[in-house]
C-alpha cells in the first residue's frame, strides 16, 4: 500500500475518532457550564453544520488544487479548536471553540471520499468505501471510550489538551516526512474556475436521480445522526453510571466498525437497493427497541446493533452517489452528497434536541425509527422509475 495512502486511512482514523470523542464527552461539559440539551444539540450538530457549508468549497479545493495538503492542514485547524474548547470558561467560548473544530472536521470526508473513489473500480468501489469507513470507525471505536475513560479520571479539560497535543504533532511529523519524500497521491485535479464548478453542481441539483438519492440519503441521515448526540443522555436517564457508560458506547462504536465493513461488502455483492433498504428497516427496529429496554445486557446488544445500522449505511449512501458521475465528476456529486448529509444531520439533532428538551429523549428515537422507515421510499421509487430520467440530465453527469 502506497505511503500517502496510508496517510489517508490514519488521517480517518484521527478525524472520526476524535470528533465523535469530542460529542461523547458532552455530558461532562453540560454538567460543568450548565447546558441545556438545546445547547447540547446544538453543540452535536455544529460539525454537520459547518460541513454543509464546506462541502462545497471542499470539492471546488480538491479539483483545483488536491486533497492531502488540505487535509493536513484541516488536522492542524480542528486540533486548535479542541485546544481552545479545553480552556473554555463559558457557554459562548466553548461554542465558538467547537466550531473552529468543526471548521477542521468539516472538508474532511468530501475530500476523502473523492480521492478513495477516484482510486477504485466500479466493481469493488463499495468495498474500498466500506474499507475506508470502517478505519474512521476504528478511530471512533478507539478514541471516544478513551476520551469517556479519561474524562472520568483526570477532567474534560485535561483530555481534549490530550487530543489537541496528538493532532498538531501528526501534523508536524507528517510535515517532516513530506519534505523528505515529495511523492503525491494521484488526485483529481481540473482547470476549472469557482463558476464553472458552481454551474455543474447546479445542474446537479437539477438532476431527478440526484435529487432521489440525496432525499434517502438526508432523511438516512436525519435517523441515524441524532442518535450518537443523544445516546448518551438516552443511557444516563436509563440508570447507567458513568463507569458503564463506556461499555455500552463500546458496543456502540464496535457496531459502527462492522456495519461499515459488512454492509459495504454487501453493496458490492447485493446492490445498494437491497441492502439500503435492509439496513434503514433494521434501523428502525432497533431504535423502538433500544428506547423500551432497560436491561444492561440489552441495551450492549442494541447499542451495537444501532452502531451498526445507523453508521453501517455511510458506504451504501456514498457508493449510490458515485454511480451519479465518472471519475473526473467525483469532487463534485461527493461535494453535493455531504452537502445533502450535513442538512439532514443539522436540522434533525437540533429540531429533536429541541423537542426533547420539551418532552422526553426516547422521542429522538422514535423520530428516527418513522425517518429510517421514509428514508426507503425514494429509492424504491428510483428503482422503478430509472428508465423516466431525462437523458439530457443524466449526461451532465457523465
Do not use: C
Not at 453540560?30 to 457549508?53: M, T
Amino acid at each position: 500500500m502506497k505511503r500517502q495512502i496510508k496517510e489517508l486511512f490514519l488521517l480517518h482514523f484521527l478525524n472520526d475518532g476524535v470528533r465523535t470523542a469530542i460529542i461523547v464527552i458532552l455530558p461532562f461539559i453540560a454538567i460543568e457550564l450548565s447546558l441545556s440539551l438545546g445547547q447540547v444539540g446544538f453543540l452535536g450538530s455544529s460539525q454537520p453544520l459547518v460541513a454543509a457549508a464546506l462541502s462545497l468549497p471542499a470539492g471546488f479545493l480538491t479539483g483545483r488544487f488536491g486533497g492531502i495538503k488540505l487535509i493536513f492542514s484541516l488536522l492542524l485547524v480542528y486540533s486548535i479548536g479542541i485546544f481552545a474548547a479545553a480552556f473554555s470558561q463559558n457557554q459562548i467560548i466553548l461554542f465558538g471553540a467547537y466550531l473552529l473544530a468543526a471548521f477542521g472536521f468539516g472538508m474532511f470526508h468530501t475530500v476523502g471520499f473523492s480521492l478513495v473513489a477516484h482510486q477504485s473500480e466500479s466493481k469493488n468501489i463499495g468495498k474500498n468505501l466500506g474499507s475506508f469507513t470502517a478505519i474512521g470507525e476504528i478511530g471512533r471505536v478507539a478514541i471516544p471510550p478513551v476520551a469517556l475513560f479519561l474524562a472520568t479520571t483526570i477532567g474534560w479539560r485535561q483530555t481534549l489538551i490530550f487530543m489537541s497535543i496528538i493532532g498538531v504533532v501528526a501534523y508536524f511529523f507528517n510535515l517532516y516526512f513530506q519534505n523528505k519524500n515529495d511523492k503525491k497521491l494521484t488526485e483529481i485535479k481540473t482547470k476549472q474556475n469557482h463558476k464553472e464548478f458552481l454551474k455543474d453542481i447546479y445542474f446537479i441539483f437539477r438532476n431527478k436521480k440526484a435529487f432521489l438519492v440525496s432525499m434517502s440519503a438526508i432523511l438516512d441521515t436525519a435517523a441515524s445522526s441524532p442518535q450518537q448526540v443523544f445516546l448518551p443522555f438516552l443511557l444516563i436517564s436509563k440508570g447507567i453510571d458513568i463507569a458503564s457508560l463506556s461499555l455500552v458506547m463500546g458496543g456502540f462504536f464496535v457496531g459502527s466498525l462492522l456495519g461499515k465493513s459488512i454492509l459495504g461488502h454487501g453493496t458490492d455483492m447485493f446492490g445498494h437497493l437491497k441492502i439500503f433498504i435492509f439496513s434503514e428497516l433494521s434501523m428502525a427496529l432497533t431504535l423502538i427497541l433500544i428506547a423500551q429496554s432497560n436491561s444492561f445486557i440489552m441495551l450492549i446488544i442494541l447499542s451495537t446493533l444501532l452502531g451498526g445500522f445507523t453508521k453501517g449505511t455511510s458506504p451504501v449512501v456514498q457508493a449510490m452517489f458515485s454511480e451519479l458521475a465518472k471519475k473526473e465528476h467525483y469532487h463534485k456529486i461527493f461535494a453535493f452528497g455531504e452537502l445533502m448529509i450535513a442538512i439532514g444531520a443539522v436540522i434533525s439533532i437540533n429540531l429533536l434536541g429541541v423537542i426533547a428538551e420539551k418532552t422526553n429523549i426516547s422521542i429522538v428515537f422514535y423520530s428516527g425509527a418513522i425517518l429510517a422507515t421514509l428514508a426507503v421510499l425514494p429509492i424504491i421509487y428510483l428503482n422503478k422509475t430509472n428508465k423516466l430520467i431525462n437523458p439530457k440530465q443524466e449526461a451532465l453527469l457523465s
